[in-house]
């Protein structure tokens, strides 16, 4: 059954790619997946997802239509009819559409950019090793082009897929040179794109390879024993970052919305006591103004500010630790739902501390 459906959604997500600019299939979707190690045909890849992204973009549009009437229906409200009828329902169901059908592209690209992350930082961190290796075979009398096949390690993972590549090419028309400059064309990692040219012009010129070789390999770890020490070295702005997202930031927006819950209820007492005189008004100080800011709409605030927050910190995150600003947005949800949970919390537990005051 599933073998009868795999043709069908190929040629549906080949149908889907016509819609999309083939430069962009091209120029783009081909190289991510290149980089990520990915054997799919780059239209077939977009086309899915343009289809996966239509798909979540009606469910939004439909969304209002199934949740309003099921919310009537358990509370006995008019819901549907009274806040979103007529064209703000509309507005609605487009604005969800445009939101689901974005959400599935940016989720799409975050997917693909993690697996190429991802596999850049296996090739780095084998490297060294698969570089003293092939030191190790060149001291033992080992020709070059054997050096590098015997090295191949299954644990040093796509980095010994690419030295298969190459080796395999070295044996057609290529020279063994020439071929070790393609190694890198799979990996989007500049250190492995250096070193392999580097070595394919060593091999050219002559010298003592495995020399050259073993230098390398060290000053590759001695760079990451850098970076290491420069993450470690930022790890307190990273935890101020978080404390200040996941818990300062909401309790001070828990402890502003029960303020304002609080001098809201003073003002509406006062302002039913017609006997309330100038004198006791007086007496209440700042209450006396009226605060035109609703609780409910500093809620609201707190929310967006939150999500705000909870984004711009995981990019934050990202820079600091030394990668691409991407790398830390995959800590974005996890700042946000703290965030948000633990100002629900203290909100709770300011209004029953100060419950009394209401």
């Not at 015997?150 to 644990?155: I, S």
């Not at 990692?189 to 580097?198: P, V």
């Not at 935890?239 to 996941?246: A, D, K, Q, T």
């Not at 500010?305 to 996890?334: E, R």
């Amino acid at each position: 059954m599933i073998g009868n459906i795999a043709p069908i959604i190929r040629d549906a997500a080949l149908i889907f790619s016509s819609f999309i600019p083939r430069t962009l299939t091209k120029n783009y979707a081909k190289r991510w997946l290149k980089y990520a190690g990915s054997k799919d045909d780059e239209r077939v890849w977009a086309g899915s997802r343009l289809i996966l992204a239509l798909l979540f973009g009606f469910i939004g549009f439909l969304l209002p239509e199934t949740i309003f009437p099921i919310i009537d229906s358990i509370y006995g409200t008019n819901f549907h009819q009274t806040v979103f009828g007529g064209e703000t329902l509309i507005f609605m169901q487009l604005g969800l559409f445009a939101i689901f059908f974005v959400a599935v592209l940016v989720l799409s690209y975050l997917h693909i950019a993690y697996a190429i992350d991802g596999r850049k930082k296996m090739v780095e961190n084998a490297l060294p090793d698969f570089l003293m290796l092939v030191a190790s075979n060149l001291k033992s009398g080992m020709t070059p082009f054997s050096a590098f096949r015997a090295a191949v390690r299954p644990e040093f993972g796509p980095l010994s897929e690419e030295i298969k590549v190459a080796t395999q090419k070295s044996l057609g028309v290529e020279s063994f040179s020439q071929a070790l400059k393609h190694i890198a064309d799979r990996v989007d990692s500049d250190i492995l794109r250096e070193t392999s040219k580097f070595f394919a012009q060593a091999l050219v010129s002559g010298g003592h390879l495995s020399e050259l070789i073993e230098s390398s390999a060290k000053d590759i770890k001695q760079t990451e024993k850098l970076k290491q020490e420069l993450v470690t070295s930022t790890r307190m702005y990273t935890i101020f970052i978080v404390f200040v997202v996941v818990v300062a930031s909401p309790m001070l927006l828990a402890v502003s919305v029960q303020f304002l819950t609080i001098m809201s209820s003073i003002q509406n007492q006062a302002g039913g006591l017609s006997q309330v005189s100038g004198e006791v008004t007086a007496q209440i100080g700042f209450s006396s103004g009226k605060i035109t800011i609703e609780p409910d709409f500093m809620r609201t605030i707190a929310f967006a500010l939150l999500t705000c927050n909870s984004v711009l910190a995981s990019v934050f995150i990202g820079i600091v630790g030394g990668d691409k600003i991407i790398s830390g947005l995959k800590y974005s949800p996890f700042l946000f739902i703290g965030s948000i949970g633990l100002f629900i919390i203290m909100t709770n537990i300011v209004s029953s501390l100060l419950g009394a005051f209401v």
